[in-house]
């Protein structure tokens, strides 16, 4: 059943992403911020099809350590699940993401529309300077970026590995960091086929302060996400909610 399900939910996931970027093409000419907002229904609507289909449900924990305004937005990147789910738990968001994608047609058109944040990573030093000017950019114009430290997706039982970019945009931002944990890849793991049925559960933490030197701040990070990522790990599988 669980592969039927699975196969289901994944026809449906693509076919409503086909039709969002192509019957909503007239996003492209509507201001940004409407364009965001169709985004972030999109965005439900994928989680309204996991939950009726896939039978993946979110909870959403510490959504009140989200300040009102710009903030730098890092946390444990397991799935794609948490590429779109977490638009709609921000105002605008704008997301670091790989820059192949803006190859893909429509779909890469939409990101620059969207003025979400594309990075070459094989690029190094210029890729970190261009990351750091776009969420410059972003943040004064009151958004919310969105990085994932590790920059590639880690099953859920890998060992941390926090890149230096996160810092190194921290501390150029002048706003507060709110880290946040998952446990999406017990449900959605990377590479595979197959959703399992549970509760994907997502925890925003206290924010960390801005104006902390760059070591100090990937410390506390990562002693932030760490600890509470294995915390919702562990509780979902104590439960019973996810394959070991």
């Not at 230096?164 to 890849?185: E, K, M, Q, T, W």
Request: proline share 8%.
């Amino acid at each position: 059943m669980i592969h039927f399900r699975s196969a289901l939910f994944n026809l449906v996931f693509y076919l409503n992403l086909v039709l969002f970027l192509v019957l909503g093409s007239v996003f492209f000419f509507t201001p940004r911020k409407w364009s965001i907002r169709a985004l972030q229904t999109w965005a439900r609507s994928s989680l309204f099809w996991l939950r009726v289909i896939a039978g993946i449900s979110m909870e959403v924990r510490g959504a009140s350590n989200i300040p009102q305004g710009p903030c730098l937005v890092a946390g444990k990147h397991q799935s794609f699940w948490e590429t779109f789910a977490i638009l709609p738990l921000l105002d605008d968001p704008a997301v670091v993401l790989k820059k192949e994608l803006t190859f893909i047609p429509f779909f890469g058109w939409f990101i620059y529309k969207f003025r979400m944040i594309p990075v070459e990573r094989s690029a190094g030093t210029q890729a970190l300077r261009a990351l750091i000017d776009k969420s410059v950019r972003a943040v004064a114009d009151g958004r919310q970026v969105v990085i994932m430290p590790e920059g590639t997706r880690r099953a859920p039982d890998d060992p941390p590995d926090y890149k230096p970019g996160a810092a190194a945009v921290y501390g150029r931002l002048s706003v507060p960091c709110v880290p946040f944990a998952l446990n999406s890849g017990l449900f959605w793991p990377r590479r595979q086929f197959l959703r399992r049925p549970g509760t994907i559960v997502i925890s925003f933490l206290p924010p960390i302060p801005a104006g902390l030197g760059r070591r100090e701040f990937q410390s506390r990070l990562e002693n932030a996400i760490e600890p509470e990522t294995a915390a919702l790990v562990g509780e979902a599988r104590q439960r019973g909610l996810a394959y070991k």
